[in-house]
């Protein structure tokens, strides 16, 4: 592969507990906007290994059918399960990027009488709601430092983003293990910015290929290190704050030249608002001419939705 990598080392890791902890988050999400953080419940290898563990038992255990019968929600907001080549970008030929995973999403606020029985029956929704949960509170304590960064009234971005009001999705991912010959170029998954606020990542095992640009426009390695999780800045957020904060790029691609590509498995909590909020950089920076003109989280997600995924996206919501 011809892109140049960089060693994790130039991405900085922030304990929350310390007294510079925002002023390094500052530092991290204006420049590259991703950091690991550690000093969290959910940045521990026993809280890994748990996620891990229920990952397994529900990609491998569950057959291909339970799996596929797995969907639900309403249509644009599909939730539960996606298969391999389910989700992709771009409308054109060039640009037409199938991302190689299966994952399986919830969002917050679902109701029992939402979820499939097979999840319910087989225990899985306890444990997904836990997850999620502790996920919720990584996310909210970010936030709080992203407040103090910004010097944002305290709890301007915590509040919306709460557990019952929020809009965010849990989600599990993935990567079959496969031959090199079995798909074209090295992508798992393709070159994109999140739609959401802040991504929180968990790479639950050693697999790696997950890389990010950056401001240089280089892609760079990002391995997973002991007890830290990865939290990076989503588009609404760089919106939100006036391009302040720096969405990241990123992809997933195998960077070995082996011919088996091991399987891989990751967790991402995306943060968001519920739809009803107002994404307006003058309720953080009022002295400042906005870059882009105010939009509601849901018009927003809407909105970035349609560019990515263009017609398939509305054949989705057709
Ligand atoms: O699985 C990963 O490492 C990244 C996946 C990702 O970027 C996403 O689902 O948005
Ligand atoms: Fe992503």
Known sequence: MPDSTITQSDIITIDVTSPFASQQLLEAYTTTGIAYFTGLPIATEAFQARVLETAQRFFLGFTAEQKAALRFGVPGYIRGYSGPGSEQYGDTADTYQEHYVESLDIVSGMTIRQWPDLLIDSGLMDELEQYRRVAAQAATIILTLTEKALKLTPGFL?????????????????????????????????????????????????????????????????????????????????????????????????????????????????????????????????????????????????????????????????
């Open 158 to 318: 915590a509040t919306k983003h709460a557990l019952s009001r929020g809009n965010s999705t849990f989600r599990l991912n993935h990567y079959p293990a496969m031959m090199q010959n079995q798909r074209k170029g090295s992508i798992r998954f393709g070159e994109h910015t999140d739609f959401d606020t802040i991504s929180l990542l968990l790479l639950l095992d050693d697999a790696g290929g997950l890389q990010f640009q950056n401001p240089r426009g280089e892609w760079c390695s990002l391995k997973r290190k002991p007890n830290t999780l990865l939290v990076h800045v989503a588009d609404m957020l760089a919106r939100w704050s006036n391009e302040r904060l720096v969405a990241t790029p990123h992809r997933v691609y195998a960077e070995d030249q082996d011919d088996l590509w091991p399987e891989r498995y990751t967790m991402i909590f995306f943060a968001a608002p519920p739809s009803n909020t107002w994404v307006d950089s003058k309720d953080l920076f009022p002295d400042e001419p906005n870059k882009y003109p105010p939009v509601s989280a849901g018009d927003y997600l809407k909105q970035r939705l349609e560019q990515i995924y263009g017609s398939s996206y509305r054949e989705k919501i057709g």
